[in-house]
């Protein structure tokens, strides 16, 4: 460019003293030889500018979101053809949870329902987040229907493709909730061993659902709020027997010890 401007300034000099009849006519011509082929010059350059800038932006990948590469195709060097994928990204605000519900249980499973979840190597957290959709047909080998939930906002992992277990809110209801070791079995009979004027009672209980990540289950009947029962019972115990409650140093837990009866 400073170049083409020079050779313009000489040229316009000489035309000047040219038509002042101190300038040749040679000279004007071979100015104007030297500002042309500046020119030619300039726009060349300004042409290959413009294709090194278009090949520098072939260059860079640029994802349409922020978000975090999952997975690299290619390393620096690697000649990336035309349809290759390159890059895995995920977008950290679309990440959802997808669970399958039992078709028995689809009529009490609306859009907007609030789910409680918990993610694989996220531990004992627990995620929430509500229904977004319910696929319109089930799955003709398992006949489940799958179900599609958005986290709330802000609280998505940054790890997809993890396992998860969800429980969808149909309802409030009241119901009692024992520790899994608190119940013991007898074939299909499910009993505890509730403790009543210093003795146990051995007292037949009917169980409702159960979640496997606490350890919990719901006792649907035969006993009430408030009831005393013995934690983790031994299988040495008989209905009657006597026991003695004594409170430990941590004041959180409490213990019994059996006697005899």
């Known amino acids: 460019r400073q170049a083409f401007e020079q050779a313009e300034r000489t040229y316009q000099r000489i035309k000047t003293l040219q038509a002042q009849g101190m300038s040749s006519q040679q000279a004007l011509d071979d100015a104007e030889v030297r500002r042309n082929s500046a020119q030619s010059d300039r726009v060349a350059a300004d042409a290959r500018t413009v294709a090194a800038r278009q090949q520098r932006a072939r260059t860079e990948v640029r994802a349409p979101f922020d978000g975090v590469v999952s997975d690299r195709k290619v390393s620096a060097g690697d000649t990336a053809a035309i349809g290759k994928e390159l890059l895995k990204v995920i977008d950290p605000t679309s990440m959802r949870f997808e669970g399958l519900v039992s078709a028995d249980r689809l009529g009490d499973i609306r859009v907007g329902q609030v789910v409680m979840f918990r993610v694989n190597g996220y531990g004992q957290g627990e995620f929430t987040g509500k229904v977004r959709h319910v696929d319109a047909s089930a799955d003709e080998m398992t006949r489940q229907v799958a179900v599609i939930v958005d986290f709330a906002p802000g609280t998505a992992p940054k790890t997809a493709n993890l396992y998860a277990e969800g429980r969808i809110a149909t309802g409030e209801s009241k119901a009692l909730l024992l520790p ?77 010890t059996a006697l005899g009866s």
Do not use: C, H, Y
């Open 180 to 256: 899994e070791a608190t119940v013991m079995k007898e074939g299909d009979k499910a009993f505890v061993w509730r403790i009543q004027g210093g003795k146990v009672a051995k007292t037949a209980v009917t169980l409702g659902e159960r979640d496997p990540r606490r350890g919990e289950v719901v006792v649907a009947s035969g006993i009430a709020a408030g009831d005393q029962l013995l934690r983790t019972p031994g299988s040495t115990l008989v209905d009657g027997q006597k026991v003695e409650l004594t409170k430990p140093a941590n004041p959180a837990a409490t213990s019994s």
